[in-house]
Protein backbone atom coordinates (compact mmCIF):
# COMPACT_ATOMS: atom_id res chain seq x y z
CA UNK A 1 0.00 0.00 0.00
CA UNK A 2 1.15 3.47 -0.97
CA UNK A 3 1.97 6.03 1.49
CA UNK A 4 -0.40 8.59 0.59
CA UNK A 5 -2.86 5.75 1.04
CA UNK A 6 -2.26 4.74 4.33
CA UNK A 7 -2.09 8.45 5.07
CA UNK A 8 -5.89 8.80 4.22
CA UNK A 9 -6.83 5.75 5.58
CA UNK A 10 -5.66 6.50 9.05
CA UNK A 11 -7.10 10.12 8.92
CA UNK A 12 -10.07 8.45 7.80
CA UNK A 13 -10.63 5.77 10.21
CA UNK A 14 -13.10 6.49 13.23
CA UNK A 15 -11.78 8.11 16.66
CA UNK A 16 -14.00 7.33 18.70
CA UNK A 17 -15.08 4.12 21.16
CA UNK A 18 -11.62 3.11 20.86
CA UNK A 19 -10.22 0.87 23.19
CA UNK A 20 -6.54 1.78 25.41
CA UNK A 21 -4.70 -0.79 23.68
CA UNK A 22 -6.49 0.70 20.02
CA UNK A 23 -5.28 3.98 20.93
CA UNK A 24 -1.67 2.78 21.52
CA UNK A 25 -1.29 1.28 18.47
CA UNK A 26 -3.23 4.22 16.70
CA UNK A 27 -0.20 6.39 17.89
CA UNK A 28 2.26 4.43 17.10
CA UNK A 29 1.51 4.24 13.30
CA UNK A 30 0.78 8.09 13.45
CA UNK A 31 4.68 8.03 14.55
CA UNK A 32 5.74 6.01 11.89
CA UNK A 33 3.81 7.67 8.94
CA UNK A 34 5.01 11.18 10.19
CA UNK A 35 8.53 9.60 10.52
CA UNK A 36 8.04 8.24 6.69
CA UNK A 37 6.75 11.72 5.25
CA UNK A 38 9.38 13.63 7.19
CA UNK A 39 12.18 11.57 5.06
CA UNK A 40 10.48 12.63 1.75
CA UNK A 41 10.13 16.10 3.17
CA UNK A 42 13.54 16.22 3.64
CA UNK A 43 14.34 15.48 0.00
CA UNK A 44 11.77 17.13 -1.54
CA UNK A 45 10.48 20.56 0.90
CA UNK A 46 7.02 20.29 -0.29
CA UNK A 47 4.49 22.37 1.37
CA UNK A 48 1.93 19.99 0.76
CA UNK A 49 3.68 17.06 2.86
CA UNK A 50 4.35 19.76 5.76
CA UNK A 51 0.46 20.00 5.75
CA UNK A 52 0.10 16.46 5.95
CA UNK A 53 2.71 16.10 8.94
CA UNK A 54 0.97 18.93 10.71
CA UNK A 55 -2.70 17.09 10.57
CA UNK A 56 -1.10 13.63 11.92
CA UNK A 57 0.46 15.53 14.50
CA UNK A 58 -3.12 17.17 15.67
CA UNK A 59 -4.48 13.42 15.29
CA UNK A 60 -1.35 11.73 17.19
CA UNK A 61 -1.34 14.32 20.47
CA UNK A 62 -5.41 14.06 20.78
CA UNK A 63 -5.04 10.28 20.61
CA UNK A 64 -1.68 10.89 23.49
CA UNK A 65 -3.99 13.34 25.34
CA UNK A 66 -6.81 10.71 25.61
CA UNK A 67 -3.90 7.86 26.68
CA UNK A 68 -2.87 9.91 29.26
CA UNK A 69 -5.73 11.12 30.60
CA UNK A 70 -6.68 14.19 33.40
CA UNK A 71 -3.88 14.62 34.90
CA UNK A 72 -5.05 17.71 36.98
CA UNK A 73 -6.86 15.82 39.63
Not at 49 to 55: N, P, Q, T
Not at 56 to 66: A, C, E, P, S
Amino acid sequence: MDLMERVQEFESRKKSGMSTSDRVSASREAKALILELNEIYKENKDSEIMDIMKRLTVIKQKIDKRLKGNLNV
